[in-house]
């Protein structure tokens, strides 16, 4: 299954420069990493494992 990922500079200045975030809105969830492909790598690997966590428990992939 495919879901679509928003990428945007983070501008907080706790972060180091050059990192993204990686919202994915179809599943609620954002994550970060460095660069464009560090934020999209990170957004794969919990998209991932936030569907197995939901089929390991019998639960809807799909946000209501």
């Known amino acids: ?5 928003f990428l945007e500079p983070v501008n907080d ?3 180091p420069p050059g990192y ?3 919202h994915i809105p179809s599943l609620g969830l ?7 492909e560090g ?3 990170a957004a794969r690997d919990l998209a991932q494992l936030w ?4 089929r390991a ?3 809807s992939e799909f946000p209501l």
């Open 57 to 59: 428990h019998n639960e």
């Open 13 to 15: 200045t706790n972060f």
């Open 20 to 22: 993204y975030y990686a």
């Open 39 to 41: 934020a999209t790598e």
């Open 1 to 5: 299954m495919k879901y679509g990922v």
């Open 51 to 54: 569907i197995a966590e939901k």
């Open 30 to 36: 954002t994550t970060h990493g460095v660069g464009i």
